[in-house]
Nanobody, 124 residues
Framework: QVQLVESGGGLVQPGGSLRLSCAAS????????FGWFRQAPGKERERVSC????????TVAETVKGRFTISRDNSRNTVYLQMNSLKPEDTAVYYC?????????????????WGQGTQVAVSS
């Protein structure tokens, strides 16, 4: 079965960096588009970034543009989210999700499989 396992979260000071990883198994990795989502307490889950199945198209939310970068390594079946210049408002549980095909969708409902999430806390 399809499994997504996130790692790399933690507590970091404002201005710091983290790199999240999402290791995928049970699927033909290069057939799938991946998204990173986050959900803060009391807020809806929002898409932070997305990378197309071929890796040639990426998108990031305006709130993280210039700070977050998504990438994928098809040889390792892994997707990454590099987060720099972190702010307290980036605090949330971050989820990796995937959908078959080559289109990045905004809505969480458009994604077929989800990881368990990893907590990111930005605080001094």
């Amino acid at each position: 079965q399809v499994q997504l396992v996130e790692s790399g979260g933690g507590l970091v000071q404002p201005g710091g960096s983290l790199r999240l990883s999402c290791a995928a198994s049970g699927l033909r990795f290069d057939y799938y588009t991946f998204g990173w989502f986050r959900q803060a307490p009391g807020k809806e889950r929002e898409r932070v970034s997305c990378i197309r199945s071929d890796g040639l198209f990426t998108t990031v939310a305006e709130t993280v543009k210039g700070r977050f970068t998504i990438s994928r390594d098809n040889s390792r079946n892994t997707v990454y989210l590099q987060m720099n210049s972190l702010k307290p408002e980036d605090t949330a549980v971050y989820y990796c999700a995937t959908r078959r095909g080559s289109v990045c969708r905004v809505s969480p409902g458009e994604y077929d499989y989800w990881g368990q999430g990893t907590q990111v806390a930005v605080s001094s």
